[in-house]
């Protein structure tokens, strides 16, 4: 059964917003980042009438930031035209993040006269020219384990990077349950299992503006705005024409025993960019998550999104939630035990467990698209993370609730904007070789 939209409301809209405070409002997969930030930044601007859908409850389990943890920090400057610049102090200033804010420090680390350590250096460079005391150039394996004595017995000779003492990490999965816990207090409304998984738009007759979302079951969810945002999904679910590409990444953990966790507590998060990266084991549980270096996987379907006339062949996620025996192609497993050997020996030959892939969507820029759908008025696109959105979670709903108000500023409405075929003209995507196909690579499935 529908649910009734005003869409007389739009009179009411004040120029150059896309709804007033008193319109409905659909996100679509609003159980993951980009989706539950944007619904808690409406409500907490006095938006009365939004509601979420999504496969699963907050916090979807088909999303990339359902997981134990991710890196973040403060060193974060100038990413998604300077949106990052505010993400940190959210973190750590929200009653609703701050609880799930780390801060050992983290190292960015890389070799010695590198492309990447030349990239690091301009970092290090802008963040003194801002002021920041926070920061430290590290020349060589003896000034990284000054700042990292657990990496004592690593081979990390030839490396340098830099160091940043704010910050280093958030729990992932209890930040999205915090946000679930905050959007049900503020009255944001909610549907998931079928009555929440998308099936198609609802467009006018006329065929220009979208009204709202229809449901595998049935269901048919009428609204005056629709947002589209389902991470990964959202080239599967509305024909983005090209400009996202879904990709998984990997992760392990190792079982520590308690001992072993209190050794590593306040650790700084490592990330190299050759090796991968981890971070302090968790709280209570003792995992210590490690993730490779890689361009990613895609996993090349046939399959028709709303609005292509006909099937075209895409990147679909494969959801670890309806594909439980999945774990990871070999080569990846390999390269853990790699990460392993070299930065934290005394662990080497230990069980990976909880093997799994995560997957996000890239644009070749690695900027967001946030922005009016051209095609259909009503239908607002906020994807495109690039690996980088779930540091932003705090902010990054702001953003798309100053699109819909009509606030966003020009520099970012171009960054953002609907761009099929632009490319990566600056140079400021993700970079590297192709991903390859999990149909290429052997090891992570166990279905048949």
Partial sequence: MGQSASIASHQAVKTGALASRDSSIIIVGGGGTMGSSTALHLARRGYTNVRILDVYENPSLNSAGNDLNKIAGADAVGLFGGASDDAWVAWTTDPVFMPYAHSPGKLELTSIGSAGAKHLREKYDKLISLGRSDIA????????????????QADIKGWCGLYCSTGGWVAARDALNSVGYELRRLGVKTAFGTAGTFKELILSDDGKRCIGVK????????????????????????DLKGQCTSKCWVYAHIQLTPEEADAMRGIPTMYNDTYGFFMEPHP??????LCNEFPGYTNLQKVQPFGSPKPITISVPRSHAANPSDTIPTESLDDIKRLVSKCLPHLAGRPLINQAMCWCTDTDDGQWVVCEDPRWKGLVLATGDSGHTFKMLPVVGGQVADLIE??????????????????????????????KDLSQVPGWRHDS
């Avoid at 150039?137 to 004592?152: C, F, G, K, S, V």
């Avoid at 269901?219 to 679910?237: C, F, H, I, Q, Y």
């Fill in 284 to 289: 209570t549980l003792n995992l210590l998550k």
């Fill in 137 to 152: 150039w590290l020349a060589n394996e003896d000034d990284i384990r000054q700042r990292a004595p657990h990496l004592a």
């Fill in 406 to 435: 009509g606030k966003l500023s020009e520099e970012r409405r171009q960054l953002w904007r609907w761009r099929p075929g632009v490319g990566d003209p600056l140079g400021t995507g993700r970079g590297g070789p192709p991903p």
């Fill in 215 to 238: 449901c595998i079951d049935g269901t048919e969810w009428n609204a005056d705005l629709v947002v589209l945002a389902a991470g990964a999904w959202s080239p599967v679910l509305v």
